[in-house]
């Protein structure tokens, strides 16, 4: 051993190829008596030691590790970027969402949330304890108690005449001053003017209204229309987040997403919802009844009765109080409908006037032909005689 190393040491003395040859006969000597060793080690640069090895130096290499997943930006050089974390960004919190109104519909927009990973909280003024109790979600009898919760958003789902009373009954002072206060109400202008009157000035405010029910979105949601208006979400905070976490949830199911003012909606609802009530309750009126010749045309009205009939009067009150173009498309009906009845009746006013004047017509000409043959007869009578 001390041989080779005084060979390695006069290697200065060799000429450059006999030093490359000694060279790499000293490094095999000393990978075999070093097996750490080697030869490019003067070349790297040192690496500082970490944070975790200078505080404990006796520890593994192991221990000493930084793992990619958990490293922050880097600062470089002046004018180069920092070098980014390779770590996801950290998925957001569960909105805990809070039903004032657990009402059939309440239930069934409650399950779409809950599938969605959110955390259900709801209150009513009937008991439904036992139902929350089946399906993990924390029932309050009171909204006072469900609001010191301090959900990160209230959602209305009371009826369209019970709303006001319902909102001003709401404790906004327990609730934490970003809180978002959304509505599924099928009128939007009523709702909105309403929480922009209420609601503090720090709350967020989400119009929205999922164009389906428990019976139309019984198979799911995919594709169902589902309409919304960001109508106050403050840009600092956490409020947007919030927003679309909660938008989300119906975009996750599928539901088409229509982002519409409340006032466009009222429009739009007024000549589709509106008339679609409108008509089936007119039909419930004849007491349709099913025949053995029904027809596929026939069995669509009798369908589209039973599902407006279903649903309690006062939503089709609703959507006649408060949507104010609601009576102008009432109008707009019974004109169409006497405008289809004069067309019934003006042509069968022509038939009827046209039957008329062809009888009075060939009544006019036997008349005619009558006193031909009286006069005719009487002039023969009178020739005979003579």
Same mark, same amino acid.
């Given at each position: ?118 955390? =259900? ?102 594709? !169902? ?14 409020? =947007? ?90 109008d707009n009906l019974e004109r169409a ?10 042509? !069968? ?20 032909? !009558?006193e031909n043959d009286r006069s005719n ?10």
């Open positions: 051993m001390a041989s080779s190393l005084r060979h390695f040491a006069g290697l200065c003395c060799f000429p450059a190829s006999a030093a490359a040859a000694a060279a790499s006969g000293t490094t095999c000597l000393l990978r075999r008596y070093t097996p750490n060793f080697c030869a490019f080690a003067a070349l790297r640069p040192a690496r500082p030691a970490s944070p975790a090895a200078a505080a404990n130096p006796l520890a593994s290499p192991a221990d000493h590790e930084e793992h990619p997943a958990h490293q922050q930006a880097v600062p470089c050089r002046d004018g180069d970027p920092p070098a980014l974390s390779s770590a996801p960004p950290p998925a957001p919190a569960p909105l805990r969402v809070g039903i004032v109104g657990f009402g059939n519909f309440g239930q069934f927009i409650a399950g779409g949330i809950q599938r969605q990973g959110h955390t =259900v909280l709801a209150a009513s003024r009937s008991d439904y304890s036992a139902y929350c109790a089946d399906r993990g979600i924390r029932f309050f009898r009171s909204v006072d108690a469900l609001c010191e919760e301090q959900p990160d958003v209230v959602l209305i789902c009371s009826s369209i005449l019970s709303t006001e009373g319902v909102v001003r009954a709401i404790p906004f002072h327990k609730l934490r001053p970003d809180t978002i206060v959304a509505d599924v109400l099928s009128v939007k202008q009523f709702p909105r003017n309403l929480l922009l009157e209420i609601l503090p000035p720090s709350f967020g405010i989400i119009c929205t209204h999922p164009m389906f029910g428990p019976e139309s979105g019984k198979h799911g949601w995919s594709k !169902l229309p589902f309409v919304y208006d960001k109508v106050r979400v403050m840009e600092d905070g956490d409020q =947007v987040a919030k927003c679309d976490q909660f938008l989300s949830i119906f975009e996750q199911e599928g539901c088409r997403m229509v982002e519409m003012s409340c006032t466009e909606h009222d429009r739009y609802a007024a000549g589709s919802q509106f008339i679609t009530h409108t008509i089936g309750r007119v039909l419930s009126q004849l007491n349709l009844k099913s025949t053995p010749i029904n027809t596929k045309g026939y069995e669509s009205l009798m369908q589209l009765t039973q599902n407006t009939v279903s649903d309690s009067f006062d939503l089709y009150y609703g959507l006649f109080m408060y949507n104010v173009n609601a009576t102008e498309q009432l409908f006497e405008r289809v009845r004069q067309m019934l009746y003006g042509r !069968l006013h022509d038939l009827i006037r046209k039957q008329i004047v062809e009888r009075v017509h060939m009544q006019t000409v036997s008349l005619e032909k !009558l007869s009487c002039a023969t009578h009178l020739v005979s005689s003579a």
